[in-house]
C-alpha cells in the first residue's frame, strides 16, 4: 500500500491535475424502451500513482458502470454521458479525439474483467492475444510478440509458459486464467489498472494469490489500482482508500483503517457488520434489509432512506452531499457525525 493518499486534506478538495486519474461529477444513463436508470448520479474520485482505491458496492451500485466509463467500453447507446469529466493526467478522455483515446486504452488504462473465460478468445491461443498487445501497439513481429507472452507469463507465475504458450485458454484452470488475464493486462506497462471484481469466480486461496500478484504488480510497476468488488472482506489488506458507492454514487471515501476503524455512513456500517468474523461463531450475520433501489426510480432525498435504520424526515427531503467529515474523508449522510460518534 502507498502512503500517497494520506497526503491531502480532504478528499473534496483535491485538484483534478494534481492526480493520475480525476473523475469529476460524472453522470451516466441508460436509455431502454423501460425508461432511463440513473446508473451513476454525480462520481468524483481521484487516484495517486502507486495508490490502490477500493470501489465497494452491492451490484448495480454503480461501480462496474464507473470503471467500464473510465475504460471507453460502454455502448453507447444505450448508456449516455450527459456530464461530467474523466481526467487522465489532467486531459478529458470524454472530449479527445476517439483515436487518441483507442491508444491510451489497453497501454495506459488497462483492465482485468471478472470472467476471464469469457474475456479470453477461445479459439486463439493464450500467447497470441498477450501477443496482440505488443503487435497492435508496439508494431511487433509475430515471433517477439511471442517472446514478450513468454515473458509476461513467467511474470504472473505460469509454470512451464514457454512451452504453454501456445495453448488455448479452456486448457487451463480458473485461476491460471486469470493471470493470463492479468498478463495481457500489465502488457504494456499501464499506469492505471482497474480490476473489476478479479477474484469473484475463483476459490479461496487462489483469490489470495490472485490479489497478492495485483500487489505485487502494483509495486513493481507503480500503477494506479482501482479494485472493484462488493466485498469488504477482500480489501483490507490492499487498499488505500475506499470508495463505497450506493445508488450511483460515492456515499463514503477514507483510508481504509478509518472505514475499518469507525465507518461515517450507516449504509457502510451495515456493509462491515455483515462481514463473518471468527469470533462470531453460531451468532447470526447482521445484513442490510432490504433491497438495492431500482436505478429507474431512485428514491427521494437519500437513496438509502427506505434502508437506513437512522432515516428521519430531512433524510427522504434532502439528498446529503459528500462533504468532508474528520480528517481526509467525506460521507454523504445529514447524521454522518452521529454515525461516527456512536
Ligand atoms: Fe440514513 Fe439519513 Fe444518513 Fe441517508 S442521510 S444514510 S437516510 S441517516
Known sequence: ??????????????????????????????????????????????????????VLGESGSGKSVTAQAIMGILDMPPAKIPAGQILYQGRDLLTMPAEERRKIRGAEISMVFQDA??????????????GEMFRKHRGMNKSDAYDEAVRLMERVNIPAARERVKAYPHQFSGGMRQRIMIAMAIALDPKVLIADEPTTALDVTVQAQIMELLQELQAEYHMGLI????????????????????????????????????????????????IPRLDQKGQELAAIGGLPPNLMRIPSGCAFHPRCV????????ERPPLEPVGINRAAACHYSEEVLNG
Open 1 to 54: 500500500m502507498s502512503t500517497a493518499a494520506t497526503s491531502m486534506a480532504n478528499p473534496t478538495d483535491r485538484s483534478p491535475e494534481d492526480s493520475l486519474l480525476a473523475v469529476r461529477d460524472l453522470e451516466v444513463e441508460f436509455h431502454t424502451r423501460e425508461g432511463v436508470a440513473r446508473a451513476i448520479n454525480g462520481v468524483n474520485l481521484t487516484l495517486d500513482a502507486g495508490q490502490t482505491l477500493a
Open 117 to 130: 473465460l469469457s474475456a479470453l478468445n477461445p479459439v486463439f491461443p493464450v500467447g497470441w492475444q498477450i
Open 227 to 274: 479494485l472493484i468488488t462488493h466485498d469488504l472482506g477482500v480489501v483490507a489488506d490492499v487498499a488505500d482508500r475506499i470508495a463505497v458507492m450506493y445508488a450511483g454514487r460515492i456515499v463514503e471515501e477514507a483510508d481504509v483503517h478509518d472505514i475499518y476503524a469507525n465507518p461515517a455512513h450507516p449504509y457502510t456500517k451495515g456493509l462491515l457488520e455483515s
Open 310 to 317: 437512522l432515516a428521519r424526515e430531512r433524510c427522504v427531503e
